[in-house]
């Protein structure tokens, strides 16, 4: 009888120490606590007809060395056919002698099972034998004298991925119970957690009863760091602020080369408050897979201007109306500013002439941030009005002595006026004594924008009682006799009394 048996090394640096592939092709003994058992067909082949071949399997110390052979089988396949027909038989020792442990067929399948010496070689011995019925596929059937650490495996993964355990990424149906190298050396508990594990090879491990090897298999890491947009954030622009790069007010720390969107489709990313809308502006940073791309969003709010209106002004009389400051500005001002007046302190924005101090009165606006408040001013020039006094009435006597007219006015008459009485222009002076009563209007001229001030002083002017001259008598003695009358005058003419 020949024997054969092949040796295949596990992929990549770490080693799974005699990892042989045995074919149950001719009669042959196999030392070895872990590695693959097949059919005759091998890997991806069918069994031949009319076979009879035992191969027995021992651990890596040959028979009696300690541990005990354990062979587990995963997927079945033999032919059916007229009884016995194709079958495997499985023995407890070096020898297929005695009742086997079970027996395979086509219609007893030994799929998922796991057979185990308890004999002290420590060795199973396995008997198939094919009809000419026709073939199958066969077996295949893991050696895990040793606990099978699986093949090696790689995983890409992001580094914001959730954590995952690393022996679902070992090959060819692991053992579970080993143990775990981080690429440093150091134990690791077989999940990774991408935040904060680094990339590299990660070795899963079997402890081998002596004398079997200890065994192991790696998952090789590779970590893509995930793309950072930033974090979420607000700009605000008045429509006259300069361009700005959006990507400023991003928060965190967000990568370059990201692509922008707007409300109008792609964007450069430099804002113009002048020509681009308000709304939310996204930054997007491609990821490499597995990593999936990220975006964050500035939303993007434009103030307008505040509008103060143009500069206005005014001359008044210290005499007129009250009027709102408001009315003489220019353009269309918004109606929620503030008025400061000539020594910058607030005021209504009502200027009473007479009242209000006159010269430079500010309108402020106050600008939504970050637009700037706006100003605008209204100058009021005030001419004091002129001042003719009251009006009055006096009665003078016709023999009184002259006086000024403008002191008989009631009030504090401005000098410098003008008088003008029943016969035309008068002087301030009045003369009772030649000048006629009547109306006497006192006017004071005004300068722009006041108007003249006039007062009247109406002059009664009573004439003085007439007593007649003072004179004398001379009395000439008659041969009348003196009578007391009641009147007595003298005829001057006829030289005589009169009774």
């Not at 941030?369 to 001013?377: F, G, I, N, W």
Request: hydrophobic share 35%; aromatic share 8%.
């Amino acid at each position: 009888m020949r024997a054969i048996a092949y040796l295949m090394l596990a992929l990549g640096p770490v080693t799974v120490a005699h990892s042989q592939v045995c074919t149950a092709d001719q009669d042959q003994q196999f030392d070895s606590c872990t590695g693959e058992f097949y059919d005759s067909g091998g890997v991806g082949g069918n069994y031949g007809n009319n076979e009879d071949v035992t191969a027995t399997i021992c651990p890596d110390g040959g028979a009696g060395s300690g541990p005990f052979t354990s062979v587990r089988f995963i997927p079945w396949a033999l032919a059916g056919g007229p009884p016995p027909g194709d079958r495997l038989e499985i023995f407890d020792g070096t020898t297929n002698a005695g009742a086997p442990l079970a027996v395979g067929t086509s219609g007893n399948s030994l799929a998922g099972l796991t057979f185990t010496s308890s004999d002290a070689s420590g060795c199973l011995t396995f008997r198939f034998r094919s009809d000419v019925g026709g073939t199958s596929a066969g077996w295949f059937a893991r050696i895990v004298t040793t606990p099978w650490p699986g093949t090696n495996g790689a995983q890409t993964v992001c580094s914001n991925g959730a954590s995952f355990s690393m022996f679902g990424f070992l090959g060819n149906s692991p053992d579970a119970g080993g143990s775990w190298t981080a690429p440093g050396g150091g134990a690791h508990s077989g999940s990774f957690n991408p935040a904060t594990d680094p990339s590299g090879i990660y070795t899963y491990s079997h402890a081998g009863a002596v004398p079997c090897p200890d065994v192991s298999a790696t998952v090789t890491v590779t970590k893509v760091q995930v793309p950072n947009a930033g974090i979420n954030g607000n700009a605000t622009f008045c429509t006259t602020s300069s361009a700005a790069q959006l990507i400023n007010f991003l928060g965190g720390s967000p990568d370059g080369g990201g692509t922008w969107t707007g409300p109008n489709g792609a964007h450069s990313g430099n804002f113009n408050p002048a020509s681009d809308p308000a709304g939310t502006y996204t930054y997007t940073v491609s990821g490499t897979a597995p990593c999936a791309n990220a975006s964050a969003n500035v939303i993007v709010t434009v103030n307008q201007p505040a509008n103060a209106g143009t500069s206005g002004g005014t001359s008044v009389c210290s005499n007129s109306a009250a009027f709102q400051l408001f009315d003489l500005l220019g353009g269309n001002p918004q109606p929620t500013g503030a008025w400061t007046g000539p020594s910058s302190t607030p005021v209504v924005g009502t200027y009473t002439p007479g009242t209000s101090a006159p010269g430079v009165y500010t309108y402020t606006v106050p600008g939504a941030p970050p637009c700037p408040a706006a100003l605008s001013t209204v100058t009021v020039l005030q001419t004091t009005a002129p001042n003719a006094g009251q009006s009055r009435s006096i009665t003078v006597c016709s023999d009184d002595a002259a006086f000024s007219m403008r002191g008989q006015l009631l009030g504090t008459p401005d000098l410098g006026g003008t008088w003008v009485g029943p016969l035309g222009a008068h002087g301030d002076l009045f003369n009772p004594t030649t000048d006629p009563a009547g109306a006497y209007v006192y006017t004071v001229a005004g300068t722009g924008p006041c108007a003249n001030a006039s007062a009247t002083l109406t002059i009664t002017v009573n004439q003085r009682p007439n007593a007649g001259m003072n004179g004398s008598v001379t009395l000439v003695q008659h041969r009348c006799q003196l009578q007391p009358v009641r009147r007595i005058g003298w005829n001057t003419a006829g030289g005589r009394c009169l009774a």
